[in-house]
């Protein structure tokens, strides 16, 4: 009878077991890392301010929008600036150059640094591999407009890359950035020189974390280079080279237009014009700015509907996803 005494008797609840009053977890916190947030403040103001703040300004988009009538007195006109892009002449042209153009980014311009990171983790010489990633990173650092008068210069009548062109085929070429067909090459191959060698560092660095121990065991079985690039390398990074490519899909309907406005013309609108610049042009030199926030905002509404797509693929298929 005493041992069924005992056992009936209620023991008492272990502390962790107890269910934590979570005002006072908070608080605990905010003292124990009050410097943390502190620091955290003027990056969390920045953002409200600069980039929640003004998304109030897109029901310009709805409004027949007067800049001396203000956002509550202009016009009501609901989804008419979005029928009239769809319907408009220039709909399919742009979004039709902005799809292509970002493909192009994404075949050539996205595994180009994956391809350098994979050389430069091979390279053995230290003081070579260094001056390698020295002069990949330069360009990096050029400002865009100066890129872009190089590519005028190099693309000129007399330019190195139209006389390199005009010896290869045998024909006679004037400044290439008048030819269409020559003006997605011309910005996606501009764009890889720029940024391969800094797009490279995220890869390196992945690199530097893989466990040696799996690149001498590879040795030992007598695996070469490449297929311990292959079977080791690539599925260690891989992580990072999924998360990479969903904001990569992530911007597929949106260009920036800085670039493409320094280096295109009317001649080339055909395969240059993309939704960023088809804005500026509309917004800007037209002041039609509910129009071009319309279009804006449908770009912006296409591409979180395709990082959410992508990334879902990427959760069922892989590990690595951003949420």
Known sequence: MEILRKNREIKPIPEFAKPKNTKLVIEKDLKKNWFVYLLAVPVVAWFLIFCYGPMWGVMIAFKDFKPLLGFGQSEWVGFKHFIDFFQGPYFWRVVKNTLLLNVWGIVFGFTAPII??????????????????????????????VVCGIIHIFAADEGIITQILQFITGKEYSSLLGYSSFFRPLYTFSGIWQSIGWD?????????????????A?????????????????????????ILFIFAIGGLMSSGYEKIILLYNPLIY????????YVYRRGLREASLS?????GLISSIVNFGLLWMTNSIAKRRSEASLW
Do not use: C
């Open 218 to 242: 590879a040795e030992i079985d007598g695996v070469g280079r490449i297929k311990k690039m292959w079977h080791i390398t690539l599925p260690q990074i891989s992580p990072v080279i999924i």
């Open 116 to 145: 350098l990171a994979l050389m430069l983790n091979e390279i053995r010489g230290a003081k070579f591999k260094k001056t390698v990633q020295t002069i990949t990173y330069m360009p990096h650092f050029i400002s865009l407009v």
């Open 200 to 216: 490279s560092i995220i890869y390196l660095a992945a690199m530097s974390s893989i466990d040696t121990s799996l690149y001498e």
């Open 291 to 295: 129009y071009s926030t319309a279009v």
């Open 270 to 277: 055909d395969t240059a014009d993309v939704i960023a610049s």
